[in-house]
């Protein structure tokens, strides 16, 4: 069984403060690693992904995350954030070896990053 | 292209009642999930097809849920005898290889 850890319920800062977002996730198998972000009145939409390669993946709105397999994380960053980037983020995983095309994700419980002016 | 659509937005039943939620897939995607959401937490998967089979139904809490997607694009989930526990927001989404989800608006299902 999977599970993903998103430490910080909420997350306040001020516009054009850097900011992170903390997952953290529990696997026996390798997984694929997601953002997801949840603007106000709108649905999920994917940031940015890991599945191979370079442990440094970026978005085009300035985001990045870091795989660390370690330490089992897959914190979200952003050295800049603007009032627009408030939203719900969602941290996700899925099993590699799914057998097929059934790649289900496991959420975290979300953080809410709110930017202030 | 048009993107996921779900339908009703919104929907209030009282408890006992059925209710049917609909999907509308991208054209093309052949991979569809449904998730439920309860307030505060992420999304829980619920089932996945592939084309017209539903090929995992693990997620399904109990035998009042159920999905179909007779013709592999559109898909319904229904909840017989609702209750009040029922009560989330469901969310659909769809992709051709899987890796990467669209999600629709999601319906908001609340049981009186």
């Known amino acids: 069984a999977q599970s993903v850890t998103q430490l910080d319920s909420q997350v306040p800062v001020f516009e054009e403060a850097p900011v992170e977002l903390r997952c953290n996730y529990s696997?026996?198998?390798?997984?694929?690693l997601f953002w997801y972000v949840q603007y106000p009145n709108q649905g999920l939409q994917l940031l940015l992904k890991?599945?191979?390669?370079?442990?440094l993946v970026e978005s085009i709105n300035g985001f990045e995350a870091e795989f660390n397999k370690s330490q089992t994380s897959f914190h979200l960053r952003k050295p800049s954030v603007h009032i627009s980037d408030t939203a719900e983020y969602f941290c996700?995983?899925?099993?590699?070896?799914?057998?097929?095309?059934?790649?289900?994700?496991?959420f975290g419980k979300g953080t809410l990053l709110t930017v202030n002016p | 292209g048009a993107g996921v659509s779900q339908s009703p937005r919104y929907k209030v039943t009282k408890r006992g009642q059925d209710v049917a939620l609909r999907c509308d897939p991208i054209?093309?995607?052949?991979?569809l999930y449904w998730y439920r959401q309860a307030l505060g937490q992420g999304p829980e998967f619920l089932t996945y097809?592939?084309?017209?089979?539903?090929?995992?139904k693990s997620g399904l809490p109990n035998d009042r849920f159920s999905a179909e997607r007779p013709e592999g694009s559109i898909s319904t989930l229904t909840i017989q005898r609702t209750e009040q526990r029922d009560s989330a927001m469901y969310r659909c989404?769809?992709?051709?290889?899987?890796?990467?989800?669209?999600f629709g608006p999601g319906t908001r299902l609340t049981v009186l």
């Open positions: 054209s093309g995607h052949v991979s």
């Open positions: 696997s026996s198998v390798s997984v694929y």
């Open positions: 989404a769809s992709s051709t290889t899987g890796l990467e989800q669209f």
């Open positions: 890991y599945l191979s390669g370079s442990t």
């Open positions: 097809f592939n084309y017209e089979a539903q090929q995992d």
């Open positions: 996700a995983v899925s099993d590699q070896r799914s057998g097929g095309s059934n790649y289900k994700l496991t």
